[in-house]
């Protein structure tokens, strides 16, 4: 049931959408490998199901760093809202808190985060951050985040440059819209391209900084090997969140699916551990949660239930994953996110 929402969706935003944005959403880097194999990482495993358990009340709602949640299933930080609907992000806030789910605001937002922020109305969100050369800038966005209640950051480790596209974006048209959270805070309202860009020089110690800067957990985002999420819960890390960027970042890079067990048995038991990256439907969330996962985040489909139809269609997509996920929790035997069945994932 959950394809077919998120395929129609899928298709309304491939008609509704200019050639060059869709290309923009859809497209991984390199030879667009990784982008492939996230989606059949969790096509993998197989589940080994309960019988007799009593599903006549399945519960899907869980707890991630104090922020409730309908069901373990976040909105992935994603540049440029804008691109997809008019309301950009606002519409995104607004049908995310409709359904009980959490937004992740990228950096990289289409509309001031303090709008967002607004639209979620009361709803938890979350922060993506770039730690950008211009640190003050950086700092001057945590701050306003922080002041606006976002309840986490999550650091994005992976792209100390951007992934090149196999898809071109050469025609890719903004349009008017412009990296509204930095606009506010730069002379003239024009941003220094290079200013903004990620710093690739930095290292662990910007977890501790941004920490202490925003008094806010940070979970770092992009972490696929168990040591580097030893050494982001070392230096101050408060969650990690096991992606590869939706494929756009290295090609080649393993795909989530197969670095969330190793990634769970470094620090599953200290910090909470995320995962994004080619999930689509309940049961690529089951396993998810099987192998020990808190949540996984959706990508690509929110920009196209967003781009298909709006707040409306964000909340229909989160519905569906959370409905169908609730579903198969029933036929595995499992009632509750909490409760999982023992070993109920399998290769
Ligand atoms: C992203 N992603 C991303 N991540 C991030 O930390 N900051 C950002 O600004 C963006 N921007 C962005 C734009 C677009 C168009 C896409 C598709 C992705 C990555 C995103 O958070 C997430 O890791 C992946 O999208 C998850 O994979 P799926 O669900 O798209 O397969």
Redesign the pocket.
Known sequence: MTLRVLARQEAQAELALPRSTYD??AGGSGEEITLES?LAGWRGYRLRPRVLRDVAEVDTSTEVLGTRLAAPVVV????LHGLAHPDGEVATAAGTADSGSLL?L???SSVPLEEVAAAGSGADWWF?V?VMRDRELTEGLVRRAAAHGAKAL?L?GD?PYVGLKKRTTEGLSVGSLHLANLAQHVAGGVVDQRATEQDPGIGLDVIGWLHEVSGLPVVV?GVLRGDDARDCVSAGAGGVLV?N????QLDRAVPTALALPEVVEAVGAEVPVLV????RTGVDALVALGLGASAV?????V?WALAAAGRAGVTQCLDAVRADLAHVMALAGARSVAELPEGLVTR
């Open positions: 923009y959403y996230n992935a930080p994603s540049a992740c990228s950096t990289r993506q770039y999550v994005t792209t985002k992606s960027h939706g494929g756009r994004d990256g080619g999930v985040l959706l990508g690509r489909p920009l």
